[in-house]
T-cell receptor, first 115, second 116 residues
Framework: RKEVEQDPGPFNVPEGATVAFNCTYSNSASQSFFWYRQDCRKEPKLLMSVYSSGNEDGRFTAQLNRASQYISLLIRDSKLSDSATYLCVVTPGKMTTDSWGKLQFGAGTQVVVTP | DAGVIQSPRHEVTEMGQEVTLRCKPISGHDYLFWYRQTMMRGLELLIYFNNNVPIDDSGMPEDRFSAKMPNASFSTLKIQPSEPRDSAVYFC??????????????FGQGTRLTVV
């Protein structure tokens, strides 16, 4: 089983609609979680961190479910510019100076927003 | 700040040749990462450094790959000899690390390597 798993999609979403997708992780000791966005042929960029209580940033809402070991991302009022691959990122467990660097990336979920 | 700078942006080389990828991290960042991305395997961590010291190189595929960080502002990833299966996008990233818990990793634009 992969340490971080994502539905690759693509999720085809009409402009203005809502889309949500999850990411599951295998290490119950993981402490920090992130969503990165990657546009076609570009580098990944941080979209948002995921906090235990859930958090919102504009049209984007991230949730963490520790019991079931998954995080989710919801995009409301989708824009054409939201078309991208969304990468789930998880830390390996208890954070130490040496282990911090081993961020584990999922393979990504592709979202395609159509007019 | 100009961000993480990688060079070259594109590299096409023949099998068997040596390839050197370069990276300049963001000033003040303690951590530097080398990733490889392919359609089949996604984003893979190859090696990372903390304060110029290699911490974990378990992701380096084999002895043909080597990485160095001679100072805080420069790192190289070398492949010798290169093989067609090394074709991928290689990303360098840097971050402040756990001094600021949850801080993000900033990626360079990547080097698209094609080995023919």
């Amino acid at each position: 089983r992969k340490e971080v798993e994502q539905d690759p999609g693509p999720f085809n979403v009409p402009e203005g609609a809502t889309v949500a997708f999850n990411c599951t992780y295998s290490n119950s000791a993981s402490q920090s979680f992130f969503w990165y966005r990657q546009d076609c042929r570009k580098e990944p960029k941080l979209l948002m961190s995921v906090y235990s209580s859930g958090n919102e940033d504009g049209r984007f809402t991230a949730q963490l479910n520790r019991a079931s070991q998954y995080i989710s991302l919801l995009i409301r009022d989708s824009k054409l510019s939201d078309s991208a691959t969304y990468l789930c990122v998880v830390t390996p467990g208890k954070m130490t100076t040496d282990s911090w660097g081993k961020l584990q990336f999922g393979a990504g979920t592709q979202v395609v927003v159509t007019p | 700040d100009a961000g993480v700078i990688q060079s070259p942006r594109h590299e096409v080389t023949e099998m068997g040749q040596e390839v050197t990828l370069r990276c300049k991290p963001i000033s003040g960042h303690d951590y530097l990462f080398w990733y490889r991305q392919t359609m089949m395997r996604g984003l893979e961590l190859l090696i990372y450094f903390n304060n110029n010291v290699p911490i974990d190189d378990s992701g380096m595929p084999e002895d043909r790959f080597s990485a160095k960080m001679p100072n805080a502002s420069f790192s190289t990833l070398k492949i010798q000899p290169s093989e067609p299966r090394d074709s991928a996008v290689y990303f360098c990233a840097s971050s402040q690390g756990p001094r600021n818990w949850g801080t993000e990793a900033f990626f360079g634009q990547g080097t698209r390597l094609t080995v023919v």
